[in-house]
Antibody, heavy 118, light 107 residues
Framework: QVQLVQSGAEVKKPGASVKVSCKAS????????ITWVRQAPGQGLEWMGW????????NFAQKFQGRVTMTTDTSTNTAYMELRSLTSDDTAMYYC???????????WGQGTLVTVSS | DIQMTQSPSSLSASVGDRVTITCRAS??????LTWFQQKPGKAPKSLIY???SLQSGVPSRFSGSGSGTDFTLTISSLQPEDSATYYC?????????FGGGTKVEIK
């Protein structure tokens, strides 16, 4: 069965960086994109960006341009999202999800809570 | 960016009621729309893709319709386990965008 398993919760200080991993299983990793979405406490869903494990092409939301890096490792079927220059506004649950152009986003990881606090 | 406007933002209905949630896109998105269900403390779950296609394993009381800019999610007979927040998302073009969510409560 399709599974996306994310790394554990992180606590970071303002100005630091965080790198979240997302290990995929149960499907051919390079056949689907990986999208990253975050959700601040009590708020809605916010799309951050997308990466193709097949081509390494990426597309980011403008507000994260220059501050986010998305990569994949096809040898371990793992996607990574690194966010730099963290502020308290980045405190949120971060999700990875599988995406395909025709069917959209279907399977989601369990989420990784990132807390930014001094 | 394409703006997605959901309504209502919340609703309260009784078990067995028919519930309808609407989502309007600011630009034409064909049928590139997904509906998600999210329960507290859980990741979103995809219910409907391509505006009207039911994801595998999703109960048939959920249905989606619409194309272009106006879309609807319908729960034909509300069940207690349907208490959740529902989001629409367009995937016609980047950046992908979500509606603001509709919180469904059971009376």
């Amino acid at each position: 069965q399709v599974q996306l398993v994310q790394s554990g919760a992180e606590v970071k200080k303002p100005g630091a960086s965080v790198k979240v991993s997302c290990k995929a299983s149960g499907y051919k990793f390079t056949n689907y994109g990986i999208t990253w979405v975050r959700q601040a406490p009590g708020q809605g869903l916010e799309w951050m960006g997308w990466i193709s494990p097949y081509t390494d092409n990426t597309n980011f939301a403008q507000k994260f341009q220059g501050r986010v890096t998305m990569t994949t490792d096809t040898s371990t079927n793992t996607a990574y999202m690194e966010l730099r220059s963290l502020t308290s506004d980045d405190t949120a649950m971060y999700y990875c999800a599988r995406e395909m152009a025709v069917t959209g986003t279907d399977y989601w990881g369990q989420g990784t809570l990132v807390t930014v606090s001094s | 960016d394409i703006q997605m406007t959901q309504s209502p933002s919340s609703l309260s209905a009784s078990v067995g009621d028919r519930v309808t949630i609407t989502c309007r896109a600011s630009l034409y998105i064909s049928n590139y729309l997904t509906w998600f269900q999210q329960k507290p403390g859980k990741a979103p779950k995809s219910l409907i893709y391509a505006a009207s296609s039911l994801q595998s394993g999703v109960p048939s009381r959920f249905s989606g319709s619409g194309s272009g800019t106006d879309f609807t999610l319908t729960i034909s007979s509300l069940q207690p386990e349907d208490s959740a927040t529902y989001y629409c998302q367009q995937y016609n073009s980047y950046p992908l965008t979500f509606g603001g969510g509709t919180k469904v409560e059971i009376k």
